[in-house]
């Protein structure tokens, strides 16, 4: 079992970057494949993008890649997400999900661990 608990959002102007990470309790992190949804206002969560257990391998949603980059330090139980030239249309609450030894997916029923979220807000 794996607790995630998200940090680094805020209000950024269009453009800008900030980078959030995701910190997860237990020994086990290095098992976890973790991707980042969000989701906004009256919208349904969305994909964002993942990264595989071992770090291996990366994927993104069309509307971030380039943009976004997903990394992890498994001896610091963090995944980060680096999210740079940052659009308006990116303001929602991003959550970080665990997937135990599995594949990077946009399927929110494979992950059965979540963090409570972070609020970004991009300002246009």
């Known amino acids: 079992q794996v607790q995630l608990v998200e940090s680094g959002g805020g209000l950024v102007q269009a453009g800008g970057s900030l980078r959030l990470s995701c910190a997860a309790s237990?020994?086990?992190?290095?098992?976890?494949?973790i991707s980042w949804f969000r989701q906004a206002p009256g919208k349904e969560r969305e994909f964002v993008g993942g990264i595989t257990w071992n770090g291996g391998n990366s994927y993104y949603a069309d509307s971030v890649k380039g943009r976004f980059t997903i990394s992890r330090d498994n001896a610091k139980n963090t995944v980060y997400l680096q999210m740079n030239s940052l659009k308006p249309e990116d303001s929602a609450v991003y959550s970080c999900a665990g997937n135990l030894w599995g594949s990077v997916t946009s399927s929110v029923a494979e992950y059965a661990y979540w963090g409570q979220g972070t609020q970004v807000t991009v300002s246009s």
């Open positions: 237990g020994r086990t992190f290095s098992r976890y494949t």
